[in-house]
């Protein structure tokens, strides 16, 4: 394949993912037909999409990770300049998340409504959290090193990961709520609830 074949068929895949998340995020998974993803991507027909991906799994594998690596670097720029403590990359993440959540509320729609909705025949998620990269993974790995620096008080960082993950989701389903003053109250919880002078 030439390089400018590669070009093309990135740019396609990417514009068909695009198309599915506008597509999943205002008529629900459901009725995210590839027909209606092909009409909305601009494209003659729904044989474009399969050439691309095997089936609808695959394309909804692919809006996650699209959604959640776009998410990643967005927070990973911000990260990377953050403070040097412990304390002061948690309050990063859940600042820089809950900026990412405000910002792009058709994709988090979508990644939410898969997450609800896109199951295999018997039940199974379709998305795994062993699929991508998983978020309460990483954030359970920065609660133990932040305890292994004797930053962080002792308690489970998986706990406090899952508990961490859902106070920043709860927020995507509020559209109205100010993502500065939610991740403001976020941080100051959460610095309280890890902090080692704790009893």
Request: glycine content about 8%.
């Amino acid at each position: 394949m030439r390089v400018n074949d590669t070009v093309t068929a990135s740019a396609r895949r990417a514009q068909i993912v695009t198309a599915a998340i506008d597509t999943i995020a205002e008529l629900g998974y459901g009725n995210a037909s590839f027909a209606r993803i092909a009409k909305r991507a601009g494209i003659s027909s729904t044989r474009l999409i399969s050439y691309h991906f095997d089936d609808k799994a695959e394309l909804v594998r692919a809006v996650v990770g699209a959604v959640l690596g776009e998410a990643a670097d967005y927070m990973g720029k911000r990260m990377r300049v953050a403070g040097g403590t412990r304390t002061e990359a948690m309050a990063t993440y859940i600042e820089s998340n809950l900026e990412f959540i405000a910002g792009h509320p058709t994709a988090i729609r979508a990644v939410i409504e898969i997450a609800a909705n896109a199951r295999t025949e018997d039940g199974t998620p379709l998305v795994r959290p062993g699929d991508v990269d998983d978020p309460v993974a990483r954030l359970a790995t920065m609660f133990r090193e932040g305890q292994e620096a004797g930053e962080f008080r002792v308690f489970d960082p998986v706990v406090m990961a899952v508990t961490l993950r859902a106070a920043i989701d709860a927020a995507a389903s509020r559209p109205g709520l100010d993502p500065h003053a939610y991740a403001s109250e976020l941080v100051a919880l959460f610095t309280r609830a890890v902090r080692k002078d704790q009893p």
